[in-house]
């Protein structure tokens, strides 16, 4: 009885497991691309964002959205005012202003503000080869996601040079999720 309470706690442990993204900081990410390169995804968020803890629980807690980052994308989680040292395309940013113990709102890391983002959450895509292919401001439910996901997956956003093909791909788009 012990070892089919231990098997079964294993079991059920993978199974929450396998329901996660599989989150890694984006020097880990730009590294991992090298062995086998692969688009990122990354999520930009703060400490005090509500819509990011929205986001974070409602859409990449959902099991289609989960399944499908980990199969097409790296998952990169990058705190906009923390103090990850990213290395990226030959140079180091950083947060030097960053202030320990702060409530609320903190400095802004300069690799967000190297991605000119426009507020939290962002989610930022990267080629396989890490170079930036866009930012998308603002919450999304899964279903509101679904599309990018699967328009940056599919190299579909390359075709989308004016506003007119991007709501033709909108208005086309079949979800799933």
Not at 151 to 171: C, F, G, P, S, V
Request: charged share 25%; hydrophobic share 35%; proline share 4%.
């Amino acid at each position: 009885m012990k070892h089919l309470l231990l098997v079964l706690a294993f079991l059920s442990t993978g199974v929450m497991a396998a329901q996660k993204i599989n989150w890694m900081t984006m020097n880990e990410a730009l590294e991992a691309q090298k062995k086998e390169p692969k688009k990122i995804l990354m999520d930009v968020y703060t400490t005090w964002c509500g819509p990011c803890k929205l986001m974070d629980k409602n859409t990449f807690g959902n099991k289609k959205v989960v399944e499908f980052v980990n199969k097409h994308y790296y998952a990169v989680k990058f705190n906009a005012e923390g103090t990850e040292e990213i290395t990226y395309q030959d140079f180091t940013y950083t947060n030097p202003n960053y202030q320990p113990g702060r409530r609320g709102r903190n400095a802004t890391h300069f690799f967000a503000d190297a991605l000119k983002l426009q507020g939290y959450p962002s989610i930022v895509f990267f080629k396989d080869d890490g170079e930036l292919i866009q930012a998308v401001p603002g919450y999304k439910s899964p279903q509101e996601f679904e599309i990018y996901l699967k328009m940056i997956a599919n190299d579909d956003y390359a075709e989308l040079t004016t506003m007119r093909a991007w709501k033709d791909y909108q208005k086309n788009f079949k979800g799933t999720f």
